[in-house]
């Protein structure tokens, strides 16, 4: 079997057009096939990450992308670093914990939940980002076309969910 039917049939989307490439730098390296499977194999699960990373940044629906290490802490003397290091572990997504972020506008609430919804996308987490306003007025549309069940529903699949 050719080597292009094999990447179709096992559904290689990414490794087709980087494999010439691949084949080039691993004679030069003197790469023995183990290590070259495992380059490939690596270029391959990096491409489908990449594009799992750019398909949640687009259904999380942020108004920005923005990541955690662009929000300079600086500008908001009173966060603590340390705590922005330990949410940015994402423990509180995996323990299913709420966090909710107050103070007055400005402060760059919503700019630290969206580089964690960023960093819970990157660890393979789905996202939502909704304002309090959308998310009323969806509830509220759900209830009257008798489909809240169905909506509470898709809200509850997010690990992460972004309400202000």
Same mark, same amino acid.
């Given at each position: 079997?050719?080597?292009?039917?094999?990447?179709?049939?096992?559904?290689?989307?990414?490794?087709?057009?980087?494999?010439?490439?691949?084949?080039? #730098?691993? *004679?030069?390296?003197?790469?023995?096939?183990?290590?070259?499977?495992?380059?490939?194999? *690596?270029?391959?699960?990096?491409?489908? !990450?990449?594009? @799992?990373?750019?398909? @949640?940044? !687009?259904? *999380? !629906?942020?108004?920005?992308?923005?990541?955690?290490?662009?929000?300079?802490?600086?500008? #908001?003397?009173?966060?603590?670093?340390?705590?922005?290091?330990?949410?940015?572990?994402?423990?509180?997504?995996?323990?299913?914990?709420?966090?909710?972020?107050?103070?007055?506008?400005?402060? @760059?609430?919503?700019?630290?939940?969206?580089?964690?919804?960023?960093?819970?996308?990157?660890?393979?987490?789905r996202?939502?980002?909704?304002?309090?306003?959308?998310?009323?007025?969806?509830?509220?549309?759900?209830?009257?076309e008798? !489909?809240?069940?169905? #909506?509470?529903?898709?809200?509850? *699949?997010?690990?992460?969910?972004?309400?202000?």
């Amino acid at each position: 079997m050719e080597l292009s039917e094999l990447c179709t049939r096992l559904k290689f989307e990414h490794l087709p057009a980087q494999l010439d490439g691949l084949c080039e #730098q691993a *004679a030069k390296r003197e790469l023995n096939f183990r290590d070259f499977l495992g380059e490939a194999l *690596a270029a391959e699960w990096q491409g489908r !990450r990449l594009k @799992g990373v750019e398909r @949640g940044l !687009r259904l *999380a !629906r942020f108004p920005y992308v923005k990541s955690l290490e662009q929000f300079d802490l600086t500008f #908001q003397p009173s966060i603590d670093r340390k705590l922005v290091r330990e949410l940015a572990g994402l423990g509180f997504v995996e323990r299913g914990d709420n966090l909710l972020l107050l103070g007055p506008p400005g402060t @760059g609430k919503t700019m630290l939940a969206v580089g964690l919804g960023i960093k819970a996308i990157e660890a393979g987490h789905r996202v939502l980002f909704l304002t309090l306003e959308t998310l009323i007025t969806r509830l509220r549309r759900a209830q009257a076309e008798n !489909r809240l069940e169905w #909506q509470l529903q898709q809200w509850v *699949a997010p690990k992460l969910l972004h309400r202000r």
